[in-house]
């Protein structure tokens, strides 16, 4: 029994990492399926982001403008 409530807690583990990355679903599932393994590729996942060619940092897909530093990534 102490084997699944331990599976449980590491896919909420990967579903909180997941969902800092639009993934937390996806998070969820890793980390119940391959328990403390999941964990760790939830934190290498890439998740919906791209990075920015500006500042490098990881922004939605589909952002018009960098949350970092504020450059228009000039879709229309």
Request: charged share 20%.
């Amino acid at each position: 029994m102490e084997f699944v409530f331990v599976w449980l807690i590491c896919g909420i583990i990967a579903a909180m990492i997941g969902a800092k990355k639009d993934t937390g679903c996806a998070g969820f599932l890793v980390g119940v399926l391959l328990g403390p393994f999941g964990i760790v590729l939830a934190l290498v996942m890439k998740g919906d982001r791209v990075r920015c060619p500006y500042c490098r940092e990881l922004m939605h897909k589909k952002a018009t403008v960098c949350p970092h530093c504020q450059r228009d990534m000039g879709v229309t």
